[in-house]
């Protein structure tokens, strides 16, 4: 029995390799056609095109991680019983679940693997896809950073820091503005518990400012309730929505156990949306050999069936996912049951399938 893992080890992972570079391969050509007038238009140079490119393959390989395992079990699966393979295990004695565990043992660990990459090897990436596409080609410069829940932001009046706990609204938490004077000397430095943005006007709520005064000396005042003239606004403070992408999954898990608002919820969906849709190669791989072998056995046909009818399964599981994941974020759906329902229902009807041909 090794040395049948062995050689469906061997035999998975070239052909899950295979697809892999013909998917990547696609995407990329894609993806070319589609940002390369960005970089024409803003003269750009072809090296930093092609870094660019480079640099957004692992994100691309997480992307395509589900069809990926389930097209590279289908052909392993195809040719196996195209050749005869299946039918001679089968002779032996050998059932259908045991032919596919190794096929499957397979998958988990290139989706592990996968895993990996997304903790430390596409956030760096990622980041450095987005500076270069945003920042070099486009110029829109981040506007703020965020780190451990606090915004951050400088502009030429002063240099801002806050907790933003509502999405909606101008409520801005922990306020601090502090400014300086041209022989950068501390001129003004105002904290706030909470700040707030109506119609052109801050207004702060249990201030204390630090303003120096005409002989050189700062004096300190505090307020229940006052405003101050900043020119900034809400919408230049934030930075962009792209920028979720760039954080590690420990990262978000970090963010969502650490913050109870809205930031935070923000971060715990999408570290489910990532886990769960990479994981999700593992059960559409469980569906997609025992409906090959269905193909076969009524149709006498493989492969020329089952990878349309994979790429079906697979778009549908993922249309299906997406669904949910909308609904988790419009609150209607509990996020779990959003993240890994689709997953138990298309493992269910593979592990019954394929018991249902070792009968």
């Known amino acids: 029995m090794i040395l049948l893992d062995r050689y469906l080890f061997k035999q998975f992972a070239k052909y899950m390799l295979l697809v892999m570079a013909v998917l990547v391969t696609v995407y990329l050509l894609i993806d070319f056609f589609e940002r390369i007038d960005d970089f024409v238009e803003n003269q750009k140079s072809l090296a930093l095109a092609v870094k660019y490119f480079a640099l957004k393959i692992p994100l ?53 693997l996968t895993l990996g990459s997304s903790e430390w090897i596409v956030p760096p990436t990622t980041a450095s896809t987005n500076a270069i596409f945003y920042e070099q080609v486009r110029e829109e410069k981040s506007p703020g950073i965020l780190r451990n829940n606090r915004f951050y932001y400088k502009d030429e009046q002063g240099f801002y820091s806050f907790e933003k706990h509502e999405t909606s609204g101008n409520r801005f938490d922990f306020f601090i503005f502090t400014s300086w004077d041209e022989n950068y000397s501390l001129d003004i430095f105002l904290t706030a518990d909470s700040a707030f943005w109506n119609n052109g006007i801050w207004t702060f709520k249990n201030t204390r400012v630090k303003r ?33 992408n760039e954080m590690s999954l420990s990262g978000l898990y970090s963010l969502a156990k650490n913050d109870n608002g809205s930031r935070g919820n923000e971060a715990g969906l999408k570290l489910l949306e990532r886990i769960s849709f990479i994981f999700l190669g593992i059960p559409l791989l469980m569906l997609g050999l025992p409906l090959l072998l269905i193909a076969h056995h009524r149709w006498g046909r493989d492969l020329s069936l089952a990878i349309p009818l994979s790429c079906g399964l697979a778009f549908g599981a993922w249309g299906g996912w997406s669904i949910l994941q909308s609904l988790a974020k419009a609150e209607i759906l509990n996020h779990h049951l959003a993240a890994w329902s689709v997953h138990l229902v298309i493992a269910i009807m593979g592990t019954f399938l394929i018991l249902q041909k070792d009968r």
């Open 60 to 112: 691309i390989i997480e992307q395509l991680t589900p069809i990926i395992i389930l097209l590279g079990g289908i052909i392993v699966l195809g040719l196996l019983n195209h050749r005869g393979e299946i039918l001679a295990l089968k002779a032996v004695g050998i059932h259908t679940f045991r032919i596919t565990f190794p096929i499957t043992a397979t998958a988990i660990i290139f989706t592990l």
């Open 212 to 244: 120096k005064n005409k002989a050189g000396n700062y004096q300190i005042t505090t307020y229940a309730k006052t405003g101050f003239p900043l020119s900034v606004q809400p919408d230049e403070f934030f930075i962009p929505e792209y920028k979720i």
